[in-house]
């Protein structure tokens, strides 16, 4: 049995749920999201609750996709209440990043600057060496997250690159400190 698809989920005040013809669409006050749903997968409204199903709770393959796709409505439900956000944060001698209209401009010791294109919508700010991205969708500012993060990855010596805010870097002894202690 999946614990997460098990899970009844309410909707909110001023958020609507429609399921038409595979289609999952949620529309509140910070934008609409819509999903395709896996045949396999039933999912009802009934009185603002949103229930998932499955036809055989005892396949694994559908036990998977009942957990996941409560993950992916209830993640939706929440993005158009509250939105997610996600920061980025510059560690490096000289790394610079600016806004550059909607597009980020990362220097980041490359011998040219790196121009990031901001997908529609993942909507970014610059403050020092903070990137800031927020957006309805969990999925696609992820994924723009991660794409950042990998122009420069942080390095384990001196820290340098591209790190989200709550990542912990391990760092690691040079080699002249390591021959010292031998």
């Keep these: 049995m999946s614990r997460i698809g098990k899970k009844t989920i309410e909707v909110p005040q001023g958020v609507t749920v429609t399921i038409l013809d595979g289609v999952a669409k949620v529309q509140g006050p910070k934008g609409m999201l819509e999903r395709a749903i896996n045949p396999l997968v039933t999912i009802s409204l009934v009185d603002n609750i949103v229930t998932v199903d499955v036809a055989q709770k005892e396949d694994k393959k559908e ?11 209830n993640n939706m439900i929440e993005g158009v ?27 980041v010791g490359y011998s040219h600057p790196v121009i990031y294109k901001m997908p529609p919508v993942v909507e970014a700010s610059v ?39 709550e990542e912990q870097i391990r760092r690691k002894a040079g080699k002249a400190a390591k021959a010292a202690g031998a």
């Design 63 to 73: 036990r998977s996709l009942w957990g996941t796709f409560g993950a992916h409505i």
């Design 81 to 107: 209440t509250n939105g997610f956000k996600k920061q980025l944060e510059v560690n490096g001698v000289g790394y610079k990043v600016a806004m550059q209209g909607s597009n980020i401009k990362l220097d």
């Design 127 to 165: 403050e020092k060496n903070v990137i800031t991205l927020v957006s309805a969708d969990k999925e696609m500012l992820g994924a723009t997250a991660a794409e950042i993060r990998a122009i420069r990855k942080p390095e384990p010596y001196k820290g340098k690159g591209i790190k989200y805010m």
